[in-house]
C-alpha cells in the first residue's frame, strides 16, 4: 500500500514537472514572437518587409540572444527562411515593386523565428534523440520510429486525473494528426526541425485525451 501511494505520488509530481515545462515553453515562444517583431520593427525600412538574407540571419541571431551571427548553423536559418516564404506564398503575399524577391513580410518571418527558434537553440539534445530513435538512419523518424518515441515519452510524463495514473495510447489517427501539424515538407517523416512541433502536437491531443477522461471515467486511453 506504501509502495503504491509512493509510486502514485512520484506520477502526480512527474506530470506537474512537465505541465511547468510546457507552459515554460509556450511562455518562451511568446517572448521569443514579440523579441523577433521588435528588432524586425528596428531592422525594416518600412516595418513591413526585411529584403537581404544577411538582415534575416541577424534578426534570427539577435531573437536568439545569439552575438555572432556566424555561428548559426546555415541550414537552420534556411529553415526559417524558407518556412516563412512558404507561409506568405500560402497566404498570396509578395514584396512590393522594386523589392528583391526573397524579401520576407514581418507576421511570416516572426512566426517562423517562433516555431523554430527552440529547435535552433536545442538542437544538439534533438540530435541525441534522433541517434536513438532513428533506426533506419536516415535522418528522420518514421511513423513506426515516431511512435516508439512517443511511447517512451509518456512513460516519462507519469500523466494522471484525479489521483488515477492515465496511460495515453497512441493510435494511427494520432500519428497521422502529428504529421499533419508537423511534416513541413510533406515526406511522411519527421526531421530534427519538426521534431519540436510534432511534441508540441502530441501535447494538444494528450490535453483532449485527458479532458475525456474527466468526462468518461476512463483511465487508459
Known sequence: MAAAAASSARRRRNSKLMELERNHLSYKRRLLKDRAAEIFDV??????????????????????????????????????????????QRDGMSPPPGMEDGALCKEALVDAVEKYGEYIRKAKKIDIIFQKYDKGKDGYL???????????????????????????YISD?????????????GNNKISHAEYLPAIAAWEELAEMKLAETATCGCVIL
Open 173 to 185: 489517427e494520432d500519428l497521422d494528426w502529428i504529421m499533419e501539424q508537423s511534416d513541413a515538407d
Open 43 to 88: 531592422m525594416s525600412a518600412d516595418g513591413e518587409w526585411l529584403a537581404q538574407s544577411s538582415e534575416i540571419k541577424k534578426l534570427l541571431a539577435r531573437s536568439l540572444l545569439i552575438i555572432e551571427p556566424a555561428k548559426l548553423q546555415e541550414d537552420a536559418v534556411q529553415l526559417v527562411m524558407n518556412t516563412a516564404r512558404h507561409s506568405q
Open 142 to 168: 518514421s511513423k513506426k520510429e515516431l511512435r516508439s518515441m512517443l511511447e517512451d515519452y509518456e512513460r516519462k510524463a507519469g500523466r494522471s486525473r484525479n489521483g488515477l495514473v492515465v496511460n495515453l
